[in-house]
């Protein structure tokens, strides 16, 4: 059986929030389709915090970058825009998950997509 990737999902959020929402979980599925396990903290954690608190949103984004470190990478989905939290967040990191595949090998896969199936 092929081992299964963890993967941080990033896409738009703010602004059309109901119809990024609906990419996201989009873009959530063709992960999984993939075999991967994603985790979307844009997803998860703005259903406990507020994300127009300035504060709560914070922790949320500092929440969901703490994934990076156990990730094997990162994609962005920008078929729904990005958001100026977006455009930083794309960065090199210390990310040191396990090498063996192109995927895994680098910090980030940049996954331009225009939508997700």
Request: aromatic share 6%; hydrophobic share 40%.
């Amino acid at each position: 059986m092929q081992s299964i990737k963890l993967v941080v999902l990033e896409s738009a959020y703010a602004g059309a929030v109901d119809d990024n929402v609906a990419y996201a979980r989009r873009c959530l599925k063709d992960r999984a389709l993939d075999g991967e396990s994603a985790q979307a903290s844009h997803l998860l954690l703005t259903q406990v915090l507020d994300d127009t608190k300035l504060d709560e949103r914070a922790m949320g984004i500092a929440l969901g970058l703490a994934w990076r470190a156990v990730a094997h990478y990162s994609t962005f989905y920008t078929g729904g825009g990005r958001t100026e939290c977006g455009r930083r967040s794309i960065v090199p990191s210390s990310n040191s998950g396990p090498s063996g595949s192109a995927r895994s090998t680098a910090a980030f896969n940049i996954r331009l997509a225009s939508s997700c199936p």
